[in-house]
C-alpha cells in the first residue's frame, strides 16, 4: 500500500496527458524546396532568398540536386541567384510566398539565366488584402 496522498499518484498521467495536448496543439508550417541544376554545367554561389531567411550552396553539380526545409515567416517573393556556369551572375525572381504556406516549392535551374518554379502549396490562395493597406482611388 502507497502511503502518497492519490493526486500525487496521479500527477505523472495528468502531465504526460497535459503534455500530450500541448504537442498536438502545436502546428509548424514548412515547405520542402528543391533546387534542381538543368543549365549545362555547374553553378556556384547559389542561393535562395524567401521571406525572412535564405539559403545556398557554394557548388551545384550539373544535374545536381539540393534540398532544403524552410519556414516562411513573412510573406514576399522568393528569389534564386548564383553565377552560372559561363561565369555570368544570374537573378530570377519567383512566386509570392505567404506566411503559413506549407507544401513543396522545385525550382528548376535552366540554361540562359532562366528558371521555372514549380509550387505545391497549401493555402494555395493569396490571403485577402487589408483594406487598411489598400491604395484608395
Known amino acids: 500500500m502507497s502511503f502518497m496522498p492519490r493526486a500525487l ?8 496527458a497535459l503534455t500530450l495536448i500541448f504537442a498536438a496543439g502545436c502546428h509548424s508550417y514548412h515547405i520542402e524546396a528543391t533546387v534542381e541544376n538543368r543549365t549545362g554545367g555547374s553553378v556556384t554561389l547559389l ?4 521571406p525572412s531567411a535564405s539559403f545556398g550552396v557554394d557548388t551545384l553539380a ?7 526545409r524552410i519556414q516562411i515567416r513573412d510573406s514576399g517573393p522568393i528569389t534564386v541567384q548564383y553565377v552560372g556556369p559561363h561565369g555570368r551572375q544570374i ?9 503559413k504556406q506549407e507544401g513543396s516549392i522545385n525550382i528548376v535551374l535552366l540554361p540562359d539565366g532562366k528558371a521555372e518554379f514549380h509550387t505545391a ?3 494555395f490562395s493569396v490571403p485577402a488584402s487589408n483594406p487598411a493597406s489598400t491604395p484608395k482611388s
Open 47 to 50: 542561393e535562395v532568398d524567401y
Open 91 to 99: 537573378q530570377v525572381k519567383g512566386p509570392v510566398l505567404y506566411e
Open 62 to 68: 550539373a544535374d545536381g540536386t539540393v534540398r532544403h
Open 121 to 123: 502549396l497549401d493555402p
Open 9 to 16: 499518484r496521479k500527477a505523472p498521467i495528468l502531465l504526460s
